[in-house]
């Protein structure tokens, strides 16, 4: 019921930048946070950034200082500025979704196919 589109992944030399960026569709509730994971090969998925509802934000220490998150409600939009990209940035970047239509409601959590970035040193 809701479909997640990435874009904005690509190769770049280190210390470079790339935005990537996330929009849904479908049935969007409106208690909800949309973020970045990502995975490189032989690691887990771990946070990049989360933005709620409210516009909390949560970042992973490993790229503090380096990534902005936003989100634009209108466009139901979710964006990743990232800057002073590291080889070690290098990964399959996935956007996600959790939501839950009443304060009370269970979570449901949504996927994109996930976008490539690869940081050359």
């Known amino acids: 019921q809701v479909q997640l589109v990435e874009t904005g992944g690509g190769f770049v030399q280190a210390g470079g930048s790339l935005r990537l960026s996330c929009a849904a569709s479908g049935s969007l509730w409106r208690f909800y946070s949309m973020g970045w994971y990502r995975q490189a090969p032989g690691k887990q998925r771990e946070l990049v950034a989360v933005i709620t509802d409210g516009d909390k934000i949560t970042y992973d220490e490993s790229v503090e200082g380096r990534c902005t998150i936003s989100r634009d409600t209108d466009k139901n939009t979710v964006s990743l500025q990232m800057i002073s990209l590291k080889p070690e940035d290098t990964a399959v970047y996935f956007c996600?979704?959790?939501?839950?239509?009443?304060?009370?409601?269970?979570?449901?959590?949504?996927w994109g196919q996930g976008t490539q970035v690869t940081v050359s040193s």
């Open positions: 996600n979704r959790r939501q839950r239509e009443f304060y009370w409601s269970q979570w449901y959590d949504y």
